[in-house]
C-alpha cells in the first residue's frame, strides 16, 4: 500500500502560481511512476502530468504544457507540480497518483493509488 497526502492548493488570481506537493508513505516511493490529474464540476478526471521513478521521463496535457512542471525527491517521498500562469480553467480539485509500472500512465485506470485531492481555485 501506498498512501499519498496532497498539499499547497489555494485561491490564486489568473497569471499567479501555486506549487502542489504529494508526500508519499508505505512501500518504497521511487519504485512508482507518479501523476497528477484533476477534475473539474461536473466533468471527467483528467491527466494533467506524469513522470517516470527516475524522473527522467516526463509528460503533459497539452492544456498545461509551458506553465506546469512536475518534478520528484524520492529522498524526500514527495512529488510536486509548479503551476505558474494559471487560468480560470485550471481550477478544479488536483490528485496525485501512483503507478505501480514503469510507463507513464494517461489515464485513471492506470493508477493504483490516489490522494485525497487538494482544491485550486484560480479567479479572473
Known amino acids: 500500500q501506498v498512501q499519498l497526502v496532497e498539499s499547497g492548493g489555494g485561491l490564486v488570481q489568473a497569471g499567479g502560481s501555486l506549487r502542489l506537493s504529494c508526500g508519499a508513505s508505505?512501500?518504497?516511493?521511487?519504485?512508482?511512476?507518479m501523476g497528477w490529474f484533476r477534475q473539474a464540476p461536473g466533468k471527467e478526471r483528467e491527466f494533467v502530468a506524469a513522470?517516470?521513478?527516475?524522473?527522467?521521463?516526463?509528460d503533459y496535457a497539452d492544456s498545461v504544457k509551458g506553465r506546469f512542471t512536475i518534478s520528484r525527491d524520492n529522498a524526500k517521498n514527495t512529488v510536486y507540480l509548479q503551476m505558474n500562469s494559471l487560468k480560470p480553467e485550471d481550477t478544479a480539485v488536483y490528485y496525485c497518483?501512483?503507478?505501480?509500472?514503469?510507463?507513464?500512465?494517461?489515464?485513471?485506470?492506470?493508477?493504483?493509488?490516489w490522494g485525497q485531492g487538494t482544491q485550486v481555485t484560480v479567479s479572473s
Open positions: 497518483a501512483a503507478r505501480r509500472a514503469s510507463g507513464l500512465g494517461y489515464v485513471p485506470l492506470e493508477y493504483n493509488y
Open positions: 513522470i517516470t521513478w527516475s524522473g527522467g521521463r516526463t
Open positions: 508505505g512501500r518504497t516511493f521511487s519504485n512508482y511512476v
